[in-house]
Every structure is written in C-alpha cells, then in structure tokens.
C-alpha cells in the first residue's frame, strides 16, 4: 500500500487517497517517508459510532454529549481533513443493516423523530472538521438497506424535496458558495460551550478568523426547544442565522421554532470575548455567520 500511494502521489498528484479503515490508526494517513502508509484521508469510527448512537436513541436522557463534543472536534495528527465523517456507508447500510432514520424509528422513517435526527446527524456531519460524505439515498430518507441491485427510489426527491434541499443548503454553507461561511472549509474548531443537561452544544469554526470566515454551530439534542441560552460568541455585532434545520422549507411538519439573528455583546461567555442569547428547536441544528465588513 505504501508503493500504492507513493507511485499515485508521484504521477496523479490532484488525487485523494482514501482508507476504508475503521480502527483508528493514525499510521494509516501518515506519510510513508516516517513509516506511515500515505493515504491522505481514513474513514473516522471517532466521529459515526458517538454521533449514529446520539441520534438514534430513543431517550435524550442517555445521549453522551460529550461523546459528540469530542467526536466533533477529533482529528489524526491536528489535521482535520485527514478523516472522512459520515453517519451512512456501505459498510452502515448492508446486508440487513439498517439506515439511520430507519434505526430512529423502525417502519416509519417518515416520522417526525426520523427526520429530525437524521437531519441533525447530517448537519454535524457538514459542520464538523475534515471531509464530509453522505451514501447514496441518505438525502432523500431511503429506507432499504444497501444492495448493489437494487436502485435508488428516485421518486422520493419528490416526496422528500425538502429534505433533499436541506442537504443542499448543508453543502452550500460547506463549500462556503454564499462568502460568509468560509470557517466550515477552514482547520479550526473550539468547542466552547457544552451543557450536558440541556444537551446543548456550540462551536466556533474558522479558517483565518474574521468577518465572513468565524462560523458559530449550535446543536440541540433534545425533544425540547431552548429559548433565552447564553453562548460565547468570537466577535460582537450581528450574527445571521445562515441555517436552522427545524425550518419548514425543510418539512411541513417541523416546528419551525424561530433563531433570530443575533446581537453579540462585548461581554464574555464560554471562553470568548463576547456573548448573545440563542433560540433553537427540539432536535435542531443552527448555523451563525457575519457578513464581511462594507
């Protein structure tokens, strides 16, 4: 495997090498000039096994946040895009094995619960450092497990547009298309602020910090929403909701819990020079940016 990638490196340099390796070796992504076996990127079990238990258990007392906080900020050799993060694959999905909103809910994928946690799994997974990756059909709630003969229900990008379009917006904010989330394409992330009552966790993500680059992540793991919670925030003026998964563009039947804008302070919170009060739904993801400087 060394020759492998060596001999890749050398003539297709553009190329990524990935590791379907699941045991979290942190050889495997290392160079082979010090003893490691080249791949530029590893499938993460640090990030799907915390984050797939989190979401598809039943009870919110037993979510481990935690285990979601460190899974979230983990990494191979303070490298960020040496993990590939997923809540589905191949691996996840066959041979009778079940999907995420399918494990959520069994027989009734397009329940409530389903929807609104496979969707906050999804929405780590583009938030979270490294490399993102999604299986075929997770956008669009597919219920069957995994088999190479059997194709996709692509009558479900009607049935589930909306779904489809917040896995859209996901990928847009991480490919930073609008300008003002260019954090989520950066190295960095702190996490500053973890409460494992309320299941509330926020991070601070960014690439060279600044207007239209420090992003602010608020994740929610309760059937609960949260009105009036102080967090740290990077800078003060106005932070603009860029996302919030409990919209009703995303599902007629999500509560479309309001996450104004907010207002930083030049007050401390969390470990950072300043501070706003967060609204977010049950089960919800939110996403705060800062327009660049006019």
């Not at 799994?121 to 219920?143: R, Y």
Request: aromatic share 10%; charged share 25%; with cysteine.
């Amino acid at each position: 495997m060394q020759w492998i990638n060596e001999e890749t490196r050398s003539r297709f340099p553009t190329k990524i090498r990935i590791a379907e390796d699941m045991k979290n070796n942190a050889w495997v992504t290392r160079e082979v000039g010090v003893g490691g076996a080249g791949f530029n990127a590893q499938w993460d079990s640090e990030f799907i096994n915390p984050v797939r238990q989190a979401v598809i258990s039943p009870d919110d007392a037993s979510r481990d946040v935690a285990a979601v906080a460190r899974a979230i900020a983990y990494r191979y050799d303070d490298d960020a895009f040496r993990r590939i993060r997923f809540t589905e694959s191949h691996e996840e999905v066959s041979n009778g094995r079940t999907r995420v909103p399918e494990e959520i809910w069994p027989g009734n994928v397009t329940s409530w619960f389903s929807k609104k946690r496979s969707t906050l799994g999804a929405a780590l997974v583009f938030t979270a450092p490294g490399i993102p990756m999604i299986f075929q059909g997770q956008e669009l709630l597919e219920d069957r497990w995994f088999q190479d003969d059997v194709p996709i229900e692509w009558s479900l990008t009607k049935d589930h547009y909306g779904i489809l379009s917040l896995y859209r917006d996901l990928i847009a904010l991480r490919r930073n298309l609008s300008g003002v989330t260019r954090g989520l394409c950066g190295q960095n992330t702190q996490i500053h602020h973890i409460d494992g009552d309320a299941k509330l966790i926020a991070f601070h993500r960014w690439d060279e910090q600044g207007s239209a680059d420090s992003v602010v992540v608020v994740v929610n793991l309760t059937n609960q929403s949260w009105q009036g919670t102080t967090i740290g925030f990077p800078a003060p003026g106005c932070w603009k909701t860029r996302f919030n998964s409990d919209s009703t563009n995303y599902d007629a039947g999500f509560a479309n819990h309001p996450t104004p804008d907010i207002e930083a302070r030049a007050e401390e919170a969390d470990g950072l020079p300043c501070s706003g009060e967060i609204s977010i739904g049950p089960y919800t993801v939110v996403i705060f940016s800062q327009d660049p400087p006019s």
